[in-house]
Every structure is written in structure tokens, then in C-alpha cells.
């Protein structure tokens, strides 16, 4: 009868908590994409086109020491110089636009492609045409920069060459002069003519050099891949927003969820009963056993399976609540409902037809009244007998105690004493004349079933258990509340009662009420029948005393005679 007691919540938990609150889920996932792709819409478009432009070396190229880049050309630098001043004017001079060029500069991204001389220059706007313009532009505009650099570079080259080349000329010439005026013995010619050899040399090298610097063709690079007009904009990103709108929703989703299960008071499942109102839980009636509630289940489908494990885990529980001194008093459980409805009823008769079955002597008592279960087929109904006489007609003092209890049709060990037929009996079920119809039936049993009212209607239910071993607390999902089991828990163990545990169905959907059973009224029955008719039988409610058989007899004796 222990039950582990879950300490937190686990993954199981988890999903079953979002599996019982799915449409919240996934509406809040809807309303997430509905709200990113109207965002979408509402947001400005970015169009972004590139231009690929092969970068070549030129005379003024040079790698810095550690670069990122091997090879003649820092293309690090040549990225940055895209985005320099002096280029963005050129761009907008071939935008033809009065923009200011550091605006213009802030929309360009350069990117550099591993192991290549390439740079992709990228331009972003508002308009596709706009964006294929300003990076066609910006590549130009490198471009026409770095040619510009380039002959200047060249130039200021040729130009130091000249004036070196003017600079050694007069030098040639004064030396030249010099040897001009010596005598050919003279001792220092041999120094002039060396000087002089010196500077020719000097001045052939620089030629050289000029020549080929007035003959270089310089080419800073060109474009490969031109700019393209973009088909769609770049941001916003369509998927990008609505997967993110998604995911917020979804999330936001679990967070309702999450609410929702926090301040639900409804029992949702058996494995909260223990956690959230510390009462174990006995058993699950789980919806694949198909709930009635006009007939017990059979012994042998998946309802008769949970009631039968259920009878044996009460027989195991009450055989050690029992005083030794009363082993020949039948063992009584009362049965009731932490909330109004059908619960208890089919709890009380399927325990007692499950105990019936094992051949022990079984007295199922209905003292729920049925003006408390709208629409729902009294207990009589379910076990197949009628509903009158019942309890309600014994404690009245209408009949016997033995002519209203009826024996079950298909179950020949289980006897059953109804309702009745009062439509109100208020006060009656806490009266001694109940103490004493319970006290008498415990003698003739070996177990006494009894189904109570809920908790919630009345305090009968607490009376019932002041005379009983033992309780159950039949709790029906999705209308009963956390705090009606916690306070029929704590009505029952007030009175003394032990509670066995909680009995767990599924919500229960009244059936409409059909045609009340036929039977054969018995002798006794017709008997008792006849002695109310004629008023033969009065007896005084509160000091009702059960007829035994011997009794009944005389009274059918009388009965016969006054009706002769």
C-alpha cells in the first residue's frame, strides 16, 4: 500500500504537461509566425549585390611583414582601402549623388576569399538597382584608385631617375673636364679615369632602369564578376524571422503551459494525487477500460483486471486494520467521492462485485441518495436489482432489514440493499438506526461495502466512516479538485478512519436513464409489500430492530389471514 512519493517533477511530467495543454502550445507557435512574418513586412528591405575584382600587383605593392595574406599584395589593406575616403568620393561622383561619401562607405562590406587575389566588394540598399550600382561603383572607383596610385608611384620614380641622371651627368662632365687640362703623365689621371668609368657605369644603370619604368604598362587589376541585380532582399530574412517568431512562440507557449498547469486545481492525472494532496493512490481506471455506468466491468477485460488488483491490495490493507477481537465481524469499507458525481458509485460496485467474485459474503449499501446523482442510473441499476425497498425504506421503518436486501443476479455471493425510494432523507444516514442496520449487516458478511456520498455534499460520508474499518476516496479526473481530496482526507481522519487510498477514474458522462430492471419480486418482498399496504407493519425509526427470518414468517402467517 506504500506508494513511492515522486519528489519533483521529471521529463515524463514534462510531457505529459505539454501534451495535456498542446493547443496552447502550438496556438501561441502560430500567433509567434503570424506576428514574425507581419514584422517582416513592416520592415525596411536591404538588397545587397557584389562585384568580384581580381587585384594585380603594381609598382607600389607591398606585403607587410606577418600578413594574412602571402604574396606581393596585403589584401587586408586593399580591403580597407576600399572603404577609404578617396574612393567613396570617386563612387559618388559615379553615383552622381550628393551624398555624404562616409554614408556612402558605410554601406559597403569587403570580403576577402581564402588562398585568392580576389576581393568581393559588396554594396547594400534600399532597391535592388541602387545596390547593383554603388558596388559596381565602389569596384570602379578602387579601381581608377589604385591605377591613379600606381602612375603616380611610377612617375615620382622616373622623376627621382632624371634628376639622379642629371645629378651623375655633371659629375661625368666636371670629371671629364678635369682629364681634359692633365699631361698624360700626370699622377692623379689614373684616379679621374677610374672616377669617370664609375660614373658612366652609374648613368648606364639608370638609364636602363628609366627605360624600363617609361615602358611599363601598369594594370592594378580588374573586374571579373560584375555587380548583379538581386532578385530578393537580404533583410529581412523571411525563414530567419518566422523560425525565430516560431521558436518565441513556442516558448512562450511552454511558459503558458507551465502557468496554467501551476494554478490548475483539477486533477489531470493519478501521479499528482500523491504529489499535490498526499493521499496514495490504490488505483487508475484509465480511459482504454471504457468507464460505464450502467453495468460493473466484466471479470476478465482491463476494468475487472483493476478492480480485482484493487481487491486484493484492500483485502491485504484492512486484514491488519482489524482488531483481533472482531475477526468475525465482516470487514467494512466505505467508499466515497471527494467531489459530486458518479465516482463513488462505480467504485463502491465493481470493489464489491470484484470481492463477490471470490466467493466471500459480500453486502454492497447505497446510501447515496439519488437526488444527488442527476442523470446517472441509481446503484441498483448497475448491479441489476431493484432500486426499492433500499436503505432509505429500512431506516424509515417501511421495511425490513431482510426483505430489502436483494441478492445480486449474476453474482450469487453479493447482496445488495439499494437507495430506497425516499427522494430526501437528510439527517437519516447520521441517525443510530443506520449505526444499528450497519452493526447488524456486519455480522451477516464478510465484507460490507459502502457507498457514501461525496464530501463535498455533506457530512454523511464522514458519519459512514465513524462506523466503518476503513476508507477509499473515489476521485474523477478533470472535475475534482486538489483541495476537495485534501479535504476528504482530512474528514475521514478525523473520525478515526483509515484511509486506504484514492481510487483514480476517468471523467464519468451520465447516461441517459433508461428503463428501470424487471425481477420477480421475491416471497419476502411481496410479503413486506403487502404488510405496508395494509398497515400491519409500524416501527419506530430511531429503535429499528431487523426481522429474522423466524419473525418474517409469523408476519407472512398474518399477512395471508388479514387478507382472507
Known amino acids: 500500500m506504500d506508494a513511492a512519493h515522486p519528489g519533483s517533477m521529471d521529463l515524463s511530467d514534462y510531457l505529459g504537461l505539454v501534451r495535456r495543454h498542446w493547443w496552447v502550445v502550438l496556438l501561441l507557435t502560430l500567433v509567434g509566425v503570424a506576428g514574425a512574418a507581419a514584422v517582416t513586412r513592416t520592415l525596411p528591405r536591404e538588397y545587397v549585390s557584389s562585384t568580384s575584382v581580381l587585384v594585380q600587383p603594381s609598382?607600389?605593392?607591398?606585403?607587410?611583414?606577418?600578413?594574412r595574406t602571402k604574396g606581393e599584395i596585403n589584401l587586408d589593406t586593399e580591403a580597407q582601402l576600399v572603404r577609404s575616403t578617396q574612393v567613396a568620393t570617386t563612387a559618388a561622383e559615379l553615383l552622381r549623388t550628393k551624398a555624404d561619401p562616409r554614408e556612402l562607405s558605410r554601406a559597403v562590406s569587403v570580403e576577402v576569399p581564402p588562398n585568392t587575389t580576389v576581393l568581393q566588394i559588396k554594396y547594400a540598399a534600399r532597391t535592388p538597382q541602387l545596390a547593383q550600382a554603388g558596388s559596381h561603383a565602389f569596384a570602379e572607383a578602387y579601381l581608377r584608385s589604385r591605377d591613379e596610385n600606381a602612375h603616380d608611384d611610377l612617375n615620382t620614380q622616373i622623376k627621382a631617375l632624371n634628376a639622379k641622371l642629371k645629378q651623375l651627368s655633371l659629375q661625368l662632365g666636371q670629371v671629364i673636364t678635369k682629364l681634359g687640362k692633365l699631361p698624360g703623365d700626370a699622377p692623379n689621371r689614373p684616379t679621374l679615369d677610374s672616377q669617370r668609368g664609375t660614373l658612366q657605369a652609374q648613368i648606364n644603370q639608370l638609364n636602363g632602369k628609366l627605360n624600363g619604368l617609361s615602358t611599363t604598362a601598369v594594370s592594378a587589376g580588374r573586374i571579373i564578376s560584375d555587380a548583379g541585380l538581386p532578385s530578393r532582399p537580404r533583410k529581412p530574412d523571411l525563414k530567419i524571422n518566422l523560425a525565430g517568431g516560431a521558436v518565441l512562440g513556442a516558448l512562450l507557449g511552454l511558459l503558458a503551459a507551465a502557468l496554467r498547469h501551476r494554478l490548475d486545481r483539477r486533477v489531470r492525472r493519478a501521479g499528482d494525487v500523491w504529489r499535490r494532496a498526499d493521499v496514495p493512490v490504490?488505483?487508475?481506471?484509465?480511459?482504454?477500460?471504457?468507464?460505464?455506468?450502467?453495468?460493473?466491468?466484466?471479470?476478465?477485460?482491463?476494468?475487472?483486471?483493476?478492480?480485482?488488483?484493487?481487491?486484493?491490495?484492500?483485502?491485504?490493507?484492512?486484514?491488519?486494520?482489524?482488531?483481533a477481537a472482531d475477526e468475525n465481524l465482516g470487514r467494512a469499507v466505505v467508499v466515497t467521492g471527494a467531489s459530486r458525481g458518479p465516482s463513488a458509485t462505480l467504485v463502491a460496485a465493481?470493489?464489491?462485485?470484484?470481492?463477490?467474485?471470490?466467493?466471500?459474503?459480500?453486502?454492497?449499501?447505497?446510501?447515496?441518495?439519488?437526488?444527488?446523482?442527476?442523470?446517472?442510473?441509481?446503484?441498483?441499476g448497475m448491479v441489476g436489482v431493484q432500486p426499492t425497498p433500499g436503505l432509505s425504506d429500512v431506516i424509515c421503518g417501511r421495511v425490513a432489514l431482510a426483505t430489502a436486501l436483494q441478492r445480486a443476479p449474476r453474482t450469487p455471493h453479493l447482496r445488495v440493499l439499494a437507495t430506497g425510494a425516499t427522494a430526501s432523507a437528510a439527517g437519516l444516514l447520521q441517525s443510530q438506526a443506520l449505526r444499528d442496520i450497519v452493526a447488524q449487516l456486519r455480522t451477516q458478511c464478510d465484507y460490507l461495502i459502502i457507498e457514501a456520498p461525496s464530501t463535498e455534499a455533506s457530512a454523511d460520508a464522514q458519519s459512514l466512516a465513524g462506523v466503518a474499518d476503513a476508507a477509499i476516496v473515489a476521485i474523477e479526473l478533470r472535475r475534482t479538485r486538489y483541495p476537495q481530496v485534501t479535504d476528504a482526507a482530512e474528514q475521514l481522519r478525523r473520525v478515526g478512519t483509515v484511509l486506504l487510498g484514492a481510487v483514480v477514474v476517468p471523467r464519468l458522462k451520465?447516461?441517459?436513464?433508461?428503463?428501470?430492471?424487471?425481477?420477480?419480486?421475491?416471497?419476502?418482498?411481496a410479503s413486506s409489500a403487502a404488510l405496508v399496504s395494509s398497515g400491519a407493519l409500524v416501527e419506530d425509526t430511531q429503535h429499528f430492530q431487523c426481522l429474522d427470518d423466524t419473525k418474517l414468517a409469523e408476519l407472512d402467517a398474518t399477512a395471508g389471514q388479514g387478507a382472507a
Do not use: C, M, W
Open 282 to 323: 490504490l488505483a487508475e481506471v484509465t480511459g482504454r477500460a471504457k468507464a460505464r455506468l450502467d453495468d460493473v466491468f466484466p471479470p476478465y477485460g482491463s476494468g475487472g483486471r483493476i478492480f480485482n488488483r484493487l481487491r486484493n491490495e484492500v483485502v491485504a490493507a484492512i486484514a491488519s486494520v482489524i482488531p
Open 510 to 525: 451520465p447516461t441517459a436513464p433508461g428503463p428501470a430492471p424487471t425481477f420477480a419480486p421475491s416471497a419476502a418482498q
Open 350 to 380: 465493481n470493489l464489491a462485485t470484484a470481492l463477490a467474485r471470490t466467493g466471500s459474503e459480500v453486502v454492497l449499501v447505497g446510501a447515496h441518495q439519488t437526488d444527488l446523482l442527476v442523470g446517472v442510473p441509481p446503484l441498483a
Open 59 to 67: 609598382g607600389g605593392d607591398a606585403n607587410a611583414a606577418g600578413g
